[in-house]
């Protein structure tokens, strides 16, 4: 199996860890310092770093600008019953960006972590 990885920028590694194992069922791979923590769902490992934590994901580059959470890329998880799943999430105090969406192959829903990072959780149109 082919292993990918994505990484996102979050404000509290913490907060992140327990969000990311706790809501979507990731696993802890590694916890070497502060500023960093690998899990892992499947073929995905998620990376997630702190601004200025520590490694070179976190820090300031050469022109002063530092790395930070939110913006609209994400990963997407595949679900079975979007609508359970959102309503699950929600029960457990997840927020989310707007409400569910129609689209040609599914439905989507844009849970966000604690710092703001889209996860896209999509149920495939039934064929």
């Given at each position: 199996?082919?292993?990918?990885?994505?990484?996102?920028?979050?404000?509290?590694?913490?907060?992140?860890?327990?969000?990311?194992?706790r809501n979507l069922?990731?696993?802890?791979?590694?916890?070497?310092?502060?500023?960093?923590?690998?899990?892992?769902?499947?073929?995905?490992?998620l990376l997630l770093n702190a601004p200025d934590g520590g490694g070179g994901a976190g820090r300031r580059l050469s022109d002063g600008r530092r790395p930070e959470p939110g913006g609209w890329n994400r990963f997407q998880m595949e679900v079975e019953d979007l609508d359970a799943t959102v309503d699950a999430l929600r029960s457990g105090?997840?927020?989310?960006?707007?409400?569910?969406?129609?689209?040609?192959?599914?439905?989507?829903?844009?849970?966000?972590?604690?710092?703001g990072n889209p996860i896209e959780l999509f149920e495939p149109q039934a064929s």
């Open positions: 199996m082919t292993t990918f990885s994505v990484r996102y920028i979050v404000d509290d590694v913490d907060e992140a860890v327990e969000f990311y194992t069922r990731f696993e802890l791979v590694m916890r070497p310092g502060p500023g960093f923590a690998m899990l892992r769902s499947g073929g995905l490992r105090g997840v927020g989310f960006r707007g409400d569910i969406v129609d689209g040609r192959g599914g439905r989507q829903a844009l849970a966000v972590d604690p710092s």
